[in-house]
């Protein structure tokens, strides 16, 4: 039985034999993969009234340790989310309760968002499904072939992050 990536390489090595189609064998594989695992892992978040960013977010803040705040900027570094999207994030766990936002400093302009204690909750809780979740994921494959995965990936990883 193939998947619907080896179909498709099919295809094209049938229509046109003068390309190298073999790259889709590993980047369109993981494309779907993507996407499947995208959309199991927000299956979570939305339990909690969360989208992947906001979960992002209360997670970057939970990381930081006490008292579980950071400045928008570093926010934006310590998440998958973009600086621009970052405001639109803070503004809905600010509305939903789950962060608060303050200046801080002797000018008032250094801004600084910090999880409120509801907040906590929410993010101890999803966090703790959210991995149970990445684990039974993760189960799906051998052990060893996780090991060599997360090497794999990691080391291609670098090439992009630095």
Known sequence: MTDRVAR?????????PDVDVSPQA???RL???AAVLTEQLAVVYR????????????????RAGP???RAPGELAQHTMVTTGAIT??????????????RS?????????????????????TAFTEHMANERR??????????????????DWLRHFEG
Request: glycine share 10%; charged share 40%; proline share 2%.
């Open 8 to 16: 498709i390489q099919a295809e094209w090595a049938r229509e046109r």
């Open 26 to 28: 590993v980047i369109g």
């Open 31 to 33: 494309h779907r993969l």
């Open 47 to 62: 339990r909690h009234g969360l989208g992947e960013g906001e979960f992002d977010v209360l997670a970057a803040l939970r």
């Open 67 to 69: 008292p579980h705040e």
């Open 88 to 101: 639109k994030r803070i503004d809905r766990l600010e509305r939903d309760g789950l962060v608060t936002r």
């Open 104 to 124: 801080e400093g002797s000018d008032g302009r250094r801004r600084v968002v910090a999880l409120t204690e509801a907040g906590l909750r929410v993010i101890d």
């Open 137 to 154: 994921l993760l189960d799906l494959v051998e052990p060893r072939d996780a090991r060599a995965l997360e090497r794999i990936l990691g």
